[in-house]
């Protein structure tokens, strides 16, 4: 039995159909698969312990391979109006560097960006992001481990048919950690106080509606 994909609902949703330069902070309730704009639940997920587990499924307007969201994690979705279109690569790089730079204040080393966008700890991945591009506006939605373990990404997720260079064929076990796996006690609030703190002074332009939603 194949498995269900339902809309995409989650709280940022509304950020990729908006109009408004927006950051939205969020934590995920429950446990949910999200795939990638070109995944497939038969090529990406291992269908039986997704069905065995009862966990949710639904895609993403965005790029990239499937992840597992789980509350154990933090979501941050910046959505950007351009008069001009910007490349992917320089909003990645902007809203990347500023992750990097609150993270570093919150006590974090090696951190280094790899792959098209990703973030790391040393060689193994702790943030990977996509992009969506409409018309004069582009949307990043990035997923940052705070505390969950590997073990979630081996039971539902196949190894992805495309991977960064630096991944080098690693199982998920070997390729992701989290932020409490490399000895950093940093939490979804800690996150929330700084990226609040950095958000207009350090993204232009400056007129960032910014929102948390602790669901």
């Known amino acids: ?34 795939l990638g ?69 919150l006590g974090v080393k090696e951190l280094v960006s790899k792959g098209i966008s990703d973030i790391t700890v040393g060689d193994r991945k702790i943030l990977g992001s996509s992009m969506h591009r409409r018309e004069g506006r582009l949307v990043y939605h990035a997923v940052l481990n705070l505390g969950e373990g590997t073990d979630v990404f081996e039971r539902y997720l196949r190894h992805p048919r495309r991977e960064p260079d630096y991944r080098q064929g690693r199982l998920h076990s070997e390729f992701v950690t989290s932020l409490k796996e490399e000895g ?6 800690d996150l929330a106080a700084r990226l609040d703190d950095y958000t207009h002074s350090h993204l232009s332009p400056v007129n960032y509606s910014m929102v948390y939603d602790h669901q």
Do not use: C
């Not at 008069?83 to 909003?91: A, E, I, L, Q, Y």
């Not at 950093?184 to 609030?189: F, L, P, T």
């Open 1 to 34: 039995m194949s498995v269900q994909v339902i809309p995409y609902d989650l709280p940022d949703a509304s950020l990729f159909a908006g109009t408004d330069d927006e950051i939205l902070l969020w934590k995920p309730v429950n446990t949910v698969i999200v």
């Open 37 to 105: 704009q070109s995944n497939t639940p038969a090529l990406s997920l291992i269908e039986e312990n997704v069905h065995a587990d009862g966990v949710p499924v639904t895609k993403r307007p965005t790029g990239g391979e499937a992840v597992v969201l789980t509350p154990r994690m933090a979501v941050i979705t910046v959505a950007r109006n351009f008069p001009g279109m910007t490349s992917s690569k320089g909003f990645f790089t902007e809203v990347n560097s500023l992750i990097m730079e609150i993270l570093s204040d």
């Open 184 to 189: 950093y006690n940093v939490g979804y609030d």
